[in-house]
Antibody
Framework: EVQLVQSGGGLVQPGGSLRLSCAAS????????MSWVRQAPGKGLEWVAN????????YYVDSVKGRFTISRDNARNSLYLQMNSLRAEDTAVYYC?????????WGQGTLVAVSS | SYVLTQPPSVSVAPGQTARITCGAY??????VHWYQQKPGQAPVLVLY???DRPSGIPERFSGSNSGNTATLTISRVEAGDEADYYC???????????FGGGTKLTVL
């Protein structure tokens, strides 16, 4: 069974940093595009970033460009999201997801709360 | 940027048919994907590429996409179908992934 197990997240002050991790199993991670999607409290889904299989291409939503970095370690079957200069509006549940033609598998989600 | 418009809510009685729309300019030229999300849970893919069902999704879930509207149809609605539903496309012009605002399906 495909699994995406997330870790990281928590409470951070505005301007702070946080790193999210996503451990993949039971599929060929190195052959898959991967993504991060977030959901602010009571709001809809918002795509955050995509990364190509070998990490050579990365795409971001405009609101996080220059602040967030998506990366991966294919040897460890792991996906990461480094979040810097965090703002209150970044408060959300963050999901990692495998991207085939659609987001076919999702992690369990992890809450990032940005507040002083 | 490309905007997907969904009705905020749809209500249907058990056993009836629910239709949830996703509107955008020329959406018929794109592949539309649909997700179901129940409270406190991660989204689940229910349809991809307009009308294909992943393994384990009941045949009651079907989809269509033409012109400026894509539609998710749920036949013989059950209480367990009550959830938020989101449409999603890839905007090839901006290389962005776009989600609709979501539709809350209420089973009366």
């Amino acid at each position: 069974e495909v699994q995406l197990v997330q870790s990281g997240g928590g409470l951070v002050q505005p301007g702070g940093s946080l790193r999210l991790s996503c451990a993949a199993s039971e599929f060929t991670f190195s052959a898959s595009w991967m993504s991060w999607v977030r959901q602010a409290p009571g709001k809809g889904l918002e795509w955050v970033a995509n990364i190509k299989q070998d990490g050579s291409e990365k795409y971001y939503v405009d609101s996080v460009k220059g602040r967030f970095t998506i990366s991966r370690d294919n040897a460890r079957n792991s996906l990461y999201l480094q979040m810097n200069s965090l703002r209150a509006e970044d408060t959300a549940v963050y999901y990692c997801a495998r991207l085939s033609s659609a987001f076919d598998y999702w992690g369990q989600g992890t809450l990032v709360a940005v507040s002083s | 940027s490309y905007v997907l418009t969904q009705p905020p809510s749809v209500s249907v009685a058990p056993g009836q048919t629910a239709r949830i729309t996703c509107g955008a300019y020329n959406i018929g030229s794109k592949s539309v994907h649909w997700y179901q999300q129940k409270p406190g849970q991660a989204p689940v893919l229910v349809l991809y590429d307009d009308s294909d069902r992943p393994s384990g999704i009941p045949e009651r879930f079907s989809g269509s996409n033409s012109g400026n509207t894509a539609t998710l149809t749920i036949s013989r609605v059950e209480a367990g179908d009550e959830a938020d539903y989101y449409c999603q496309v890839w905007d090839s012009i901006s290389d962005d992934v776009v989600f609709g605002g979501g539709t809350k399906l209420t089973v009366l």
